[in-house]
């Protein structure tokens, strides 16, 4: 096993859409080409926002994706390990209190932003001397805590996006715990990242500055020799032009599910969009980590376009062999010696997987037929060869009634196909008759619902 680990932190705040799908998905894929480990850790030290109910949506979520996590964290779970990264950073003079209030440092961003400046934070509370502190925190004034960053440039080589580099002296000193004690993302984050030695940190580009200021933090707490390296995704953003939102529901893989659009059509069209490979459909996640390089992904905004996702689906299930369906046909009790040529009968003619039930009534159960033209179909009832059938069936079948009858094209195939599905079009009928059996091909030419 190698030492390549990666994680996928979303925060249990809503569910996945195709946008953190994508992340996911990089993620996972890039870890199982290297044989690496997948972690997913739910980043839900927000404990007003997080919910239980998001947790469990994003697991089964991932879960339907084919995402297979090695282990699941839980910031939460972790306090003490942040509290003593806190304690670590304080006593290095990088943690600092800060008495600010909202207000305060609202109007301190307009006075900036009047005088054309950017709004960085101007580190007042560092000039604070120990007995104005206390005076604060008699007058009931709790402080937050910001880390004091190095004002130095900070490069990494980015795996996606080459050479980075970020000015420190442009970034306001990060808040780090909020006034209640509580964490925000920034601190956790690296303290998980070193515990559980992240080797990879694999992202949307939204987090670029933030990787900056969290390599400072890697290096404040000692872990300068082991920075993981970095590669910031772009962002997939709809037809119009705007980001997937996360709380929006909008292309959230739950809704995307309950629509009939293949897992691995998502998964296609999550890893492919806004990278150097048109999207086409897959047959496997295995197939998908072949094709994936995290430098292919270009630079500029991929474009997602969900009308897409219907037709990309519907390909990618002709493309499913028997094997990768038969768990999912059994669900739905479509089993035996039939069930194999029955798929490869139907599949090619399907636009979602449900579909597929459909088309078993119509080869296992008693439907309705269509009777149009009921002499014809009667002379077709008696010319029916007898059983067994193989898969030339249909073609001697037809060739004889053309001959006795003198009809062709659909004026012979088209009454047929009506007796026998019931439907207008459908599937190859030379595959479905011996599916159907004589009996019940029989009973339908005559008109009987069987
Ligand atoms: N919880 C963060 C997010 O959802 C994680 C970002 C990261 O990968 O570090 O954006």
Redesign the pocket.
Known sequence: MSSLIV?????PTGHVHIG?AR?ALLNYLFAKKHRGLFIL?F?DTDAERSKEAFVQAIEADLNWLGVKPDAVLRQSQRLALHSAAAHRLQEAGRLYPCYETPEELERKRKRLQARGLPPVYDRAALALTASERARLEASGRKPHWRFKLDHRIVRWNDLVRGECHINCASLSDPVLVREDGTYL?TLP?VAD?IDQKVSH????E??VT?TAV?IELFEALGAGQRLPAFGHHNLLFSATGEGLS?RSGALSIGSLREEGIEPLAVAAAAVLTGSSATVHPVVSLCELKANFDLGEISRTQARFDPAELATLSARTLHGLSFEAVRERLAAHDITGRKAEPFWLAVRGNLSTFLDAVGWWRVVEAAIEPRIEEAEFLAQARDKLPEEPWDEGIWARWTKALKEATGRKGRALFHPLRLALTGREDGPELAALLPLIGRARAAARLSGHAA
């Open positions: 994680r996928f932190a979303p925060s953190n992340t850790r980043d993302y984050s990242d940190i694999i992202r949307g939204d987090h933030n969290q996360k």
